[in-house]
C-alpha cells in the first residue's frame, strides 16, 4: 500500500518528531503502551485496530529506525482474544512541500486469524485511514509544542466589551478637553480678564478641584433621593402641641389638687 498525508510543519520539526519514539507512539491511534516500557524501545502494548465495523485488538511491540532520511516501522502482534498473528512494515520519507511536510508512506501488512477474513479493499482502507489520523495527531503534537493552540490565541476585544467603549469615551474626553484649554489660553493671551477666563474654564471644562471636593455629585453618579415622607411629618407636626398642651393640663391639675389639700 501506498499513502501520503500532509502535516502543516516544516520538514525540520517533522523529521525530529519522527525520531522520537515516546512522541511517535502518542500520535499512533488506539496504542496503548506498557507502563514499564512508557520510554523503551521497541515500543510494547495493545493496539486496537478498527477494520470494517469490527475492532481486532493486539499484543506485541513496534520498532522505530531512521536510514539515509527513511523512517521505518516495524512490527508484530498477537490476537488478544485468539491466535491470530499480524506482521508490519512502514517506511515513511518526509519531503518539503509548500505550506508543510508531505510524507509519502509505503507499508506491507502479513497475517493470520481475523484479519485475513476481510477483503483486500477494506484492509487498505483501513490502513489509509489509520496514517491519516496518525498524520492530524502528529499535528496536534507539533502545534503543542509551538504554543500556538486554540486557546492560547490572541482575541481581538469584543465591540460589546464596555471596558473597551470606556476607554473610547475617555480618549474623547481628553481630546475635548485639550481643545477647550487652548480656547482659553488664547483667550487670556488676548487680553480677557481673569475673572472672566476663570468661569469660562469652569464653564466649558469643569469646575476647580475644590468645588468638585464640596460640591455634592451630579448626573448619573448623583445619589437617589430618599422617598418624601410627608404623612409622617404632618402627623408629627400637630403631635407635639397636642403633647404639650396634655402636659400643662397635667400641670395645672396637680396645683388645684395639691391646693384643695
Known amino acids: 500500500m501506498e ?36 520510554s523503551g524501545t521497541p515500543l510494547a502494548g495493545r493496539l486496537r485496530l478498527r477494520i470494517g465495523g469490527s475492532t481486532i ?34 517506511s515513511a520519507v518526509p519531503e518539503e512541500t509548500p505550506g508543510g511536510t508531505r510524507l509519502t508512506c509505503t507499508g506491507t501488512v502479513g497475517g493470520a486469524g481475523r484479519l485475513a477474513d476481510f477483503d483486500p479493499r477494506t484492509a487498505e482502507s483501513a490502513g489509509r485511514r489509520l496514517l491519516d489520523r496518525f498524520a492530524a495527531a502528529l499535528a496536534e503534537e507539533l502545534r503543542e509544542d509551538a504554543g500556538t493552540t486554540v486557546f492560547e490565541a490572541e482575541v481581538p476585544p469584543s465591540s460589546l466589551d464596555p471596558a473597551a467603549d470606556a476607554d473610547e469615551e475617555l480618549d474623547a474626553e481628553e481630546l475635548e478637553g485639550a ?19 476663570a468661569h469660562a474654564r469652569r ?33 408629627l407636626r400637630w403631635a407635639v402641641p397636642a403633647a404639650a398642651v396634655a402636659l400643662a393640663s397635667a400641670v395645672a391639675v396637680g396645683r388645684v389638687l395639691r391646693r384643695r389639700r
Open 3 to 38: 499513502h501520503e498525508v500532509f502535516v502543516p510543519f516544516p520538514v525540520g520539526a517533522v523529521r525530529r518528531a519522527l525520531s522520537d519514539p515516546a512522541r511517535v507512539a502518542r500520535c499512533i491511534p488506539g496504542l496503548q503502551q506498557d507502563a514499564a516500557d512508557a
Open 57 to 90: 485488538t493486539y499484543r506485541g511491540a513496534l520498532r522505530l529506525t531512521e536510514h539515509d532520511g527513511t523512517y521505518e516501522l516495524s512490527g508484530e502482534g498477537t490476537e488478544a482474544r485468539g491466535s491470530g498473528t499480524v506482521t508490519l512494515a512502514l
Open 179 to 197: 481643545a477647550l484649554e487652548a480656547v482659553i489660553e488664547d483667550a487670556l493671551e488676548g487680553g480677557e480678564p481673569a475673572a472672566e477666563a
Open 203 to 235: 464653564t466649558m471644562i469643569g469646575r476647580s478641584a475644590e468645588e468638585v471636593d464640596h460640591a455634592p455629585p451630579r448626573g448619573r453618579y448623583a445619589p437617589v433621593p430618599a422617598p418624601e415622607t410627608t404623612t409622617g411629618t404632618a402627623a
